[in-house]
T-cell receptor, first 111, second 115 residues
Framework: QKEVEQDPGPLSVPEGAIVSLNCTYS??????FMWYRQYSRKGPELLMY????GNKEDGRFTAQVDKSSKYISLFIRDSQPSDSATYLC???????????FGKGTTLSVSS | GAVVSQHPSRVICKSGTSVKIECRSL??????MFWYRQFPKQSLMLMAT?????????EQGVEKDKFLINHASLTLSTLTVTSAHPEDSSFYIC???????????FGSGTQLSVL
């Protein structure tokens, strides 16, 4: 079993839809959870950063962490065509150490 | 947010040549930088951890003699792909750890194509 599992998609939704992206993981030591957005042939851009369990909201984005289930989610409300990208979950056990990434989910939002 | 500058953005070279990729932290000093590679439709795979003033730490399976990493200052790390071959063609990305809140920010990546 890989440390981090993420459905690669692709996921296609109409503009305005609510998008749910998810990752599961096996290492219970993970405490730091991040979501990155990556446009084609560009470096990943940090979207959300969460420590331990709970929810975090930033504009149209909400990140959820359920450590008991080893499951994290990213919700995008009122999705826009500009949200079309690959979304990568990432996590680590210690702050500042190299991250373990999911494979990324490709999202396409149509207008 | 933090700004990480990575150059060049794209390199096309002949097999057997060496290619140097630079990663600069523009907003802060970075004692630790990370180098990743990414194949098409695959996730980022950590290659090595670059520590300022000391030898880099390589992940299992990464040839340290082929992928030379130099972190000579607190704002610059370089990755040199020596004697590049077509199988080295990939997207290489650096990331920088902030000292304040220990988050990671990424460079824009370098697409290496070896002919």
């Amino acid at each position: 079993q890989k440390e981090v599992e993420q459905d690669p998609g692709p996921l296609s939704v109409p503009e305005g839809a609510i998008v749910s992206l998810n990752c599961t993981y096996s290492n219970s030591a993970f405490q730091y959870f991040m979501w990155y957005r990556q446009y084609s042939r560009k470096g990943p851009e940090l979207l959300m950063y969460t420590y331990s369990s709970g929810n975090k909201e930033d504009g149209r984005f909400t990140a959820q962490v359920d450590k008991s289930s080893k499951y994290i989610s990213l919700f995008i409300r009122d999705s826009q065509p500009s949200d079309s990208a690959t979304y990568l979950c990432a996590m680590s056990a210690d702050a500042g150490t190299a991250l373990i990434f999911g494979k990324g989910t490709t999202l396409s939002v149509s207008s | 947010g933090a700004v990480v500058s990575q150059h060049p953005s794209r390199v096309i070279c002949k097999s057997g040549t060496s290619v140097k990729i630079e990663c600069r932290s523009l907003d802060f000093q970075a004692t630790t930088m990370f180098w990743y590679r990414q194949f098409p439709k695959q996730s980022l795979m950590l290659m090595a951890t670059s520590n300022e003033g000391s030898k880099a730490t390589y992940e299992q399976g990464v040839e340290k003699d082929k992928f030379l990493i130099n972190h000579a200052s607190l704002t610059l790390s370089t990755l040199t792909v020596t004697s590049a071959h077509p199988e080295d063609s990939s997207f290489y990305i650096c990331s920088v750890e902030t000292e304040v809140d220990e988050k990671l920010f990424f460079g824009s990546g370098t697409q290496l194509s070896v002919l």
